[in-house]
RNA sequence: GGGGAUGUGGUGAAAUGGUAUCACAUUAGUCUCCAAAACUAAUUUUCCAGGUUCAAGUCCUGGCAUCCCUG
């Protein structure tokens, strides 16, 4: 098996078609924007639909998790493996490569979405002394930063009120370790900054803009899942006249460097990774 | 030339004369079923020179800068 991660813009696409051609491989995608339909030119969807797997797995307003994200790619990895070819794995979705390599927690359990529903408005406060009531020991457990995080905190309220546990066989996952493991990265922030200017430069001429509109059209909206995406966010703003092209643009560009940034301090804890410099 | 307005972190703003705040950006980080998400921490400010006052971003005088109106 081989694994293709890194930054985002960092030509990840074209280096795994470059490796499929070498080793017999199949691709598969592991970027959680990817999985969705209708989302394509923003989020970059520059291989041949047919030539991936997992592309396009969802509509925009479901949900999709690293759950779902390991149970779908699962069989698919083993599968490409029967007909003895190479599964490529290429994306820049760290989370969920981690659950597919290492696993989940023993003790997890299902989403509770009307749990979920009902803690969404409530303050930090509240899910902290909630969960505190609930068990103290799990809220002591986490971080400092966790404790403050009330999407955190209502995931650990979800497990512990839950009756439900997902049992996971942890060995399937660490049978598959990779043989070729890249990470691509910038070496300065800079370089990354102007490629991704580019790059949004590019998607506009593309269509990003009438894109979004489309997806409008169909009915899904600013806060389905699927939507949350930089681009989508920025340029759904734009049309609602809350921001001008030009700070669209400006937000999209800037949150796409941050979210680069965050990419490689997840991926650094991986010593697995053998990183490159593009 | 005349009149008016405004000068506060990198940017946009807030502060009855009483500890200079906030948002965004920047830097570092967190992460075991929403992750292109959500969250944490750190850094950086009152145009200049005087004056009044126990105390000035705030009031007064002068200068400088920017914007608007008008010859």
Do not use: C
Not at 183 to 203: A, H, N, P, T, W
Not at 208 to 218: F, H, P, Y
Not at 230 to 238: A, L, S, W
């Amino acid at each position: 098996m081989i694994i293709l991660t890194g930054q985002t813009a960092t030509g990840k696409t074209k280096l795994a078609l470059e490796l499929a051609k070498k080793h017999n491989g199949e691709l598969i995608n592991f970027d959680s924007r990817q999985i969705y339909k209708y989302l394509d030119i923003i989020t970059g969807k520059d291989i041949p639909k047919t030539k991936i797997w997992l592309y396009d797995v969802v509509l925009p307003n479901e949900y999709f998790s690293s759950f779902d994200f390991v149970k779908h790619v699962t069989p698919i990895i083993e599968d490409i493996k029967k007909r003895g070819k190479t599964p490529i794995l290429v994306g820049g979705t760290y989370l969920y490569l981690k659950h597919l390599l290492y696993g989940f927690d023993e003790n997890n359990s299902p989403p509770d979405f009307k749990l979920r529903e009902k803690l969404n408005s409530k303050s930090v406060n509240y899910l902290q002394k909630m969960l505190i009531k609930l068990n103290k020991k799990v809220f002591d457990d986490l971080n400092h930063s966790d404790q403050l995080n009330p999407r955190r905190l209502i995931r650990r309220i979800e497990i512990t009120k839950s009756k439900t546990k997902t049992v996971l066989n942890k060995t399937v996952f660490i049978k598959s370790v990779p043989e070729i493991f890249i990470g691509l990265k910038y070496k300065d922030k800079s370089e990354l900054r102007q490629v991704i200017i580019k790059r949004v430069e590019e998607r506009l001429k593309n269509g990003a803009i009438d894109e979004v509109r489309k997806i409008l059209k169909m009915g899904y909206k600013e806060t389905d899942p699927g939507l949350k995406t930089i681009g989508y966010q920025q340029i759904i703003k734009y049309l609602n006249k809350k921001f001008t092209k030009e700070k669209a643009i400006d937000d999209w560009v800037n949150k796409e460097v941050q979210y680069a940034k965050r990419q490689l301090t997840f991926m650094k804890n991986d010593k697995n990774i053998k990183w490159r410099e593009v």
